[in-house]
């Protein structure tokens, strides 16, 4: 058995466990923080969540760890006030209110990651907006909004530490299923994990394509409207799902 297994099994013995937290969640929870990790998505920063499947105003986060050493025992379940549900439960990621008030405003999201992969930054804070230049990432066509910390908050330390920040990140985020953090990083969001995770790296990696378009010094010919409708879906980033998935279990 593997060893994820083995916690899993482990865990799914103690008293009131299966309860409070979904295995084959938990299981999927710590692959896309492994796949994001592994591709440089996440680093020892970032995080990626999944609503409860058993309950829909609750989230499953992992506790205060850089994403490539989540295990499934470092899950935890909070509800949308970023209120972990164990009383006994050990310290959260700082900017969980992300996830909270995103899941609050927006029912169609399952799934939500924050990142600080270095190419987003630059179409934060240069008013050159993120576009869609390749069709793995066409899903940008729906607009990249930029979320400025200071019209909520004034000055910070830039980080989403609590409702009030989240709430008003979330409301820049709208309908969009991506939004970037000035001088921070960027959210992402999607109806499933598998496509969350293929949107996050495929946003990075758009953003990298795009930067050396322009760095060429002639006009960048992007996707159109219809062009991206109709690329947006993919397959739901099932092969980069799987693809991602074997090359951390490779690593075993």
């Not at 013995?13 to 979904?22: E, I, K």
């Not at 440089?40 to 309950?55: E, K, P, T």
């Not at 990621?93 to 992300?98: A, L, V, W």
């Not at 996830?99 to 050159?128: K, N, Q």
Request: with cysteine; glycine share 8%.
């Amino acid at each position: 058995m593997k060893p994820q297994m083995l916690v899993l099994a482990a865990l799914s013995a103690l008293p009131g466990w299966p309860q409070a937290l979904n295995p084959a969640q938990v299981t999927e929870l710590v692959l896309a923080n492994h796949i994001l990790a592994h591709e440089g998505v996440l680093d020892a920063y970032g995080h990626v969540s999944v609503r409860d499947a058993r309950n829909p105003t609750h989230f499953l986060l992992a506790s205060h760890l850089a994403a490539g050493v989540v295990t499934a025992a470092d899950i935890l379940e909070y509800d949308l006030d970023s209120k972990p549900i164990r009383a006994d439960a050990p310290t959260g990621y700082t900017e969980r209110f992300i996830h909270s008030e995103i899941y609050r405003a927006r029912p169609d999201v399952m799934a939500v990651v924050h990142c600080h992969a270095p190419d987003l930054i630059p179409f934060s804070v240069t008013g050159i907006a993120l576009r869609p230049v390749y069709h793995m990432a066409a899903f940008l066509g729906e607009g990249v909004p930029v979320f400025e910390i200071r019209d909520a908050g004034g000055v910070t330390d830039m980080l989403i530490r609590n409702a009030d920040l989240g709430h008003a990140l979330a409301q820049t985020l709208g309908n969009k299923p991506a939004a970037l953090m000035r001088g921070h990083g960027a959210v992402v969001v999607a109806d499933s994990l598998h496509v969350v995770v293929g949107r996050a790296y495929y946003m990075n990696m758009n953003a990298h394509l795009q930067q050396q378009a322009l760095l060429m010094g002639r006009p960048v010919s992007y996707l159109e409207t219809e062009e991206a409708r109709k690329a947006a879906p993919q397959d739901g980033f099932e092969r980069f799902w799987n693809y991602g998935k074997s090359q951390v279990d490779m690593r075993k």
